[in-house]
């Protein structure tokens, strides 16, 4: 596997602007197209965080202000690297229009915002899917010297290209019908407004057009505009975690998009162990159809 060394953290805006040159990627033949994904890494040494930002991110998901990085963050911080991969001429799938289907990530320690960082992404796991074609993109932050780096935090990321199929992939088949989903008492409720997509792109980078309006996300084939799926694990983890020092994992798979402006009831439920904390569990749905949005866990980690 080849590595491409990155002389920064890309800009968010370019790299979706250059999608937009791109987005013809979509519309080759089969005998055109990429049809495996790249083995390489992109790789960003000596990255910095800024602090700006990380306050600005803190306000937004409501985590508590401190000088170690919220989970969610790092995942913001390490996306552009991942999709400056994805925004390779020989990735088979198009940028645009990606719908988030799952996350999941180990925290392996706290991360001061002024530790410089290095940033690995690849992608993995092409796959064909009911609705389209499905991929892996994996990101890892470490810290230390060139060469003997301790991989701190490490996150895999999920997403579908919808309607795009390639022919070499075999398309499972249709599931049967949606499981009954029965909401549990909620233990908050959080009202998004029509601007939460472009209050997150503010602080994140990501200006994902389905994130940003009604007209855009319309242009991609959305009904409306919906939340980032990282807004919405951001601020659920950050509600559990709070300042967390010891190791812990989480994941999160998005079943229905949150389309703006919502009202998503939430519930987070503790257990315990023989050692006392063993995790939490956390799930949210439509306050009015009862559809469930997403559903998933935080648990630590052995130190």
Do not use: C
Request: glycine letters at 8%; proline letters at 8%.
């Amino acid at each position: 596997m080849t590595e491409t060394q990155l002389d920064e953290i890309p800009a968010l805006g370019k790299l979706y602007v250059g999608a937009v040159g791109s987005a013809a990627k979509a519309r080759l033949s089969s005998a055109e197209a990429p049809q495996t994904l790249p083995e390489a890494r992109h790789t960003v040494r000596g990255a910095r965080v800024d602090l700006q930002r990380l306050a600005d991110f803190q306000r937004l998901v409501l985590h508590s202000a401190s000088d170690y990085l919220p989970s969610g963050f790092v995942h913001t911080f390490a996306f552009p690297v991942a999709m400056s991969l994805m925004s390779r001429d020989d990735f088979p799938l198009p940028l645009l229009g990606m719908v988030h289907l799952s996350n999941s990530v180990e925290h392996l320690r706290p991360i001061h915002y002024a530790e410089p960082l290095t940033v690995t992404a690849w992608a993995e796991n092409l796959a064909g899917h009911r609705a389209g074609t499905s991929v892996e993109l994996i990101a890892e932050v470490s810290t230390g010297e060139a060469g003997a780096d301790a991989v701190v935090w490490r996150g895999r990321s999920t997403y579908l290209a919808k309607g795009v199929f390639l022919p070499r992939l075999d398309r499972p088949e249709a599931s049967g019908p949606r499981p009954d989903f029965t909401p549990p008492p909620p233990t908050a409720l959080w009202r998004l407004g029509a601007d939460a997509g472009r209050n997150y792109a503010m602080v994140s980078g990501d200006f994902n057009p389905i994130h940003l309006s009604r007209l855009s996300a319309k242009a991609l084939g959305m009904k409306r505009s919906l939340a980032h799926g990282m807004y919405l694990a951001s601020r659920v983890v950050a509600d559990i975690v709070v300042n967390r020092q010891e190791p812990y994992e989480w994941t999160i798979d998005f079943d229905s998009p949150v389309f703006l402006p919502a009202a998503v009831s939430l519930s987070i439920s503790d257990t315990e162990g023989d050692d006392g904390y063993s995790g939490s569990t956390f799930v949210g749905w439509n306050q009015r159809s009862l559809r469930r949005h997403f559903a998933g866990s935080v648990r630590p980690l052995p130190a």
